[in-house]
């Protein structure tokens, strides 16, 4: 099983920075996708960011070019940075790592960490 902590949450005001980091009990070298997503109340959960194995990524399009995605392999470290906030952005934002394998018996697992709030003011 993949556990996965979050750090680097907190309140901040609108346009300002943020950064996320997940870290990962497994090497995210061989996880074949991390990823952030959040949920706002009254919402659904939903994908913010996505960087697989061989360093591609993808993003919601309300992110809008403002967050930018990366890993540190050599930390088990996916990091989101966050720029130009805004109040819609409040949520709780969670770690996700996807694990993907198997021959004889595939499987396909998500992992998910404890979730941590960002909050951003007008």
């Known amino acids: 099983q993949v556990q996965l902590v979050e750090s680097g949450g907190g309140l901040v005001q609108s346009g300002g920075s943020l950064s996320l980091s997940c870290e990962s009990s497994e090497s995210i070298f061989s996880i074949y996708a991390m990823g952030w997503y959040r949920q706002a109340p009254g919402k659904e959960r939903e994908l913010v960011a996505t960087i697989f194995s061989g360093g591609t990524t993808n993003y919601a399009d309300f992110v809008k070019g403002r967050f930018t995605i990366s890993r540190d392999n050599a930390k088990n470290t996916v990091t989101l940075q966050m720029n130009s906030l805004k109040p819609e952005d409040t949520a709780v934002y969670y770690c996700?790592?996807?694990?993907?394998?198997?021959?004889?018996?595939?499987?396909?697992?998500?992992?998910w960490g404890q979730g941590i709030q960002v909050t951003v003011s007008s």
């Open positions: 996700n790592a996807r694990v993907v394998g198997g021959s004889v018996s595939p499987y396909d697992y998500h992992y």
